[in-house]
């Protein structure tokens, strides 16, 4: 149980595009999820908590205009980078917490963006 | 603000070696300790977790970590590796009353067979 999946798993994209990133969790209800950016050779950053029916709360430097985050449900939260450039290429990963779980949280398997 | 610092990135041991990754956390208050593991090509896995208790704790795969509260201390270990414990280990560190986890850089254990 406490599976997570994001769509898709890699994306190319050119620079001025806007990316949209998926991450459900698919057997298990989450009002908390979060997003996660993991430059390669480096840990995950938080960038933002994902709330379900409101407003997403981002870290401190990240730009909430750049990465618009969306919890329509308990189930789905959206990333979208918007107006893509490559020093946005990175590695983005989800994770959720089960209404039940306390604070474990269940990561996600990322998804690779590359903006050429 | 919690930070998490681990102390070697790479570490390279043989097969039946035995392991230990050092995790240092800064923190003021009461805090949640984890330990993930990343084997290649696949997502994030709690190896264990400590939030109270016996300061021992034992995960999957014989892993066990130890809190030392008086050192801000977390550091994972096994008694014998082997060569499918090849990953990336990262410590994590959330405050207790708190869900947002804050992760250190990660230790790359090469394990050769």
């Known amino acids: 149980g406490a599976v997570v999946s994001q769509h898709p798993s890699w994306v190319i994209c050119k620079s001025g595009t806007s990316v949209k990133i998926e991450c459900r969790s698919l057997?298990?209800?989450?009002?908390?999820m979060f997003w996660y950016r993991q430059f390669p050779k480096q840990s995950l950053m938080l960038m933002a908590t994902?709330?379900?029916?409101?407003?997403?709360?981002?870290e401190q430097g990240v730009e909430k205009d750049k990465f618009l985050i969306n919890h329509a449900s308990l189930t789905l939260s959206t990333l979208t980078v918007t107006s893509a450039h490559p020093e946005d290429s990175s590695f983005y990963i989800c994770?959720?917490?089960?209404?039940?779980?306390?604070?474990?949280?269940?990561f996600g398997p990322g998804t690779r963006l590359t903006v050429l | 603000a919690q930070s998490v610092s681990q102390h070697n990135h790479h570490v390279i041991l043989s097969e039946a070696a035995s392991l230990e990754l050092g995790c240092n956390y800064s923190y003021g208050g009461t805090v949640n300790l984890f330990w993930y593991v990343q084997y290649p090509g696949q997502h994030l896995q709690l190896l264990l977790k400590?939030?109270?208790?016996?300061?021992l704790v034992k995960g999957i795969k014989g892993f066990e970590a130890e809190f030392i509260k008086s050192k801000f201390s977390f550091n994972l270990r096994k008694p014998s590796v082997q060569w499918s414990d090849t990953a990336e280990y990262f410590c994590a560190v959330n405050a207790r009353n708190g869900n947002k986890l804050v992760f250190g850089a990660g230790t790359i254990l090469r394990v050769k067979s």
């Open positions: 994902s709330n379900e029916g409101s407003k997403a709360t981002y």
């Open positions: 994770s959720a917490i089960p209404l039940a779980s306390g604070n474990e949280q269940f």
């Open positions: 400590y939030f109270s208790g016996d300061p």
């Open positions: 057997d298990f209800q989450a009002t908390t």
